[in-house]
Nanobody, 118 residues
Framework: QVQLVESGGGSVQAGGSLTLSCAAS????????MGWYRQTPGKQRDLVAI???????NYADSVKGRFTISRDNAKNTVYLQMNSLKPEDTGVYYC????????????WGQGTQVTVSS
């Protein structure tokens, strides 16, 4: 059973930066996808950024140019560097992972709060 543990959340002012990290308890069958989603009260959980084992990345339009996702496959860890943070980036960020070829198997972290004040 895979468990994902996030860290790095916190409270910052607009324009500041935070780095999130997520470590999996064990490696995921390859190829796989790891990434980040965020959720605010009353809204669905939306994609922020994802990265494949081979290094292909995808970002939500709202974070392009400000956030960078990276992976350390040897450590089963994914990171999210968040720069130029805006109040609308506020939410609970959830780590996500699934085998690329298995659409019904997915793993989620418990979430870490990010709060950006104006």
């Amino acid at each position: 059973q895979v468990q994902l543990v996030e860290s790095g959340g916190g409270s910052v002012q607009a324009g500041g930066s935070l780095t999130l990290s997520c470590a999996a308890s064990r490696s995921i069958f390859t190829p796989n996808i790891m990434g980040w989603y965020r959720q605010t009260p009353g809204k669905q959980r939306d994609l922020v950024a994802i990265a494949t084992t081979g290094g292909i990345t995808n970002y939500a339009d709202s974070v392009k140019g400000r956030f960078t996702i990276s992976r350390d496959n040897a450590k089963n860890t994914v990171y999210l560097q968040m720069n130029s943070l805006k109040p609308e980036d506020t939410g609970v960020y959830y780590c996500y992972c699934r085998p690329a070829l298995d659409l019904k198997t997915e793993y989620w972290g418990q979430g870490t709060q990010v709060t950006v004040s104006s």
